[in-house]
DNA sequence: ATATAGATGCAAATTAGTTGCATATGAGTA
DNA sequence: TACTCATATGCAACTAATTTGCATCTATAT
């Protein structure tokens, strides 16, 4: 079961409170995110929104503010192009991905805090960490059993 | 200072073992990395090598290639691009990135084995995690300062 | 209702990564 | 050492990903 999208009027304020405006475009993507509730690429977005075209160039654009504000974090799955996945109220978490067939899930256990307060006492050369990437490559059952 | 890279002689040992076969263009590049032993990109590389001139497409083939041996690991510094590091005989670690400047630092300290056994054990999907990603994104103190 | 800073969406450019194929060569074997 | 052949190379051409510029539009504060 995937995750109730955020309300409309929370996300109203939450963006205003943010600095940036709740436009419909901006409304649509963040509903789509938190309702999907997993890390999504441009293209898959853009299915997504099937008929009613997104642009890419504002799709991007987009992405990048909600990031800034926190609201969506980008992913890395070794796909060749960046994810992004809601994370507004959500719990923090990362993914195993497969190497061969890309089927991903979430896993979490990570303690961002802990992790990122200690690499940071070690550095020389760092302020402050704001947000990390962590994911697991491997091989998933259905994949391992179909090589051996 | 920087890690010494690999000799020549156990490189072409390595490789051979690994099933590859140790052209000049995989000896200069697995050079290059190991003795840099810094996250480059495929520019970066390019740029390194200067006159002689490398061909991107052998790059991109031979650093898979490096990959899947164990050579080198593939790091996703958010810059748009890929970068690869030379991980053979290297102590684990990852890095720490200023998301504004793009300066790294490494950071150690991270278990990966015990990380990807817990992970492992709590999926119902992986039959085993290989590699893992793990970067800190934050800001440097050089930026930091200059942003007040 | 209005002004305006911020957001949109097209076109076009740039950058990243991939595929096909003809040629060249490392390395095992005779 | 010479041979052979699977593997690696490098060019051309392509697809995909991401960015920039600019004219137009619109949420929101007043």
Redesign the interface.
């Known amino acids: 079961m995937s995750k109730a999208a955020v309300l409309e009027g929370d996300l109203k304020l939450l963006m205003r409170k943010s600095g940036y405006r709740a436009t419909p475009a901006r409304l649509r993507l963040a509903a789509l995110l938190s309702r999907e509730a997993k890390p999504m690429s441009i293209q898959g977005i853009e299915r997504a929104f099937g008929g009613k075209k997104a642009d890419v160039v504002t799709l991007y654009r987009t992405l990048f503010a909600f990031e800034k504000a926190g609201f969506v974090r ?1 992913v ?1 799955l ?1 796909h060749g192009h960046a994810h992004y996945e809601w994370a507004h109220e959500r719990t923090h978490h990362h993914h ?1 991905v ?2 061969r067939c890309g ?1 991903t ?1 979430e ?1 979490d ?1 990570c303690e961002f805090a802990a ?2 307060k ?3 006492k ?24 179909s090589t051996s």
Do not use: P
Request: aromatic share 10%; glycine share 6%.
């Open positions: 980008q890395d070794r195993l497969c190497t089927v899930e896993y256990g992790f990122s200690k690499a940071l070690k550095s020389k050369q760092f302020a402050r960490i704001e947000d990390h990437a962590s994911e697991l490559f491997g091989i998933c059952t259905r994949c391992d059993v």
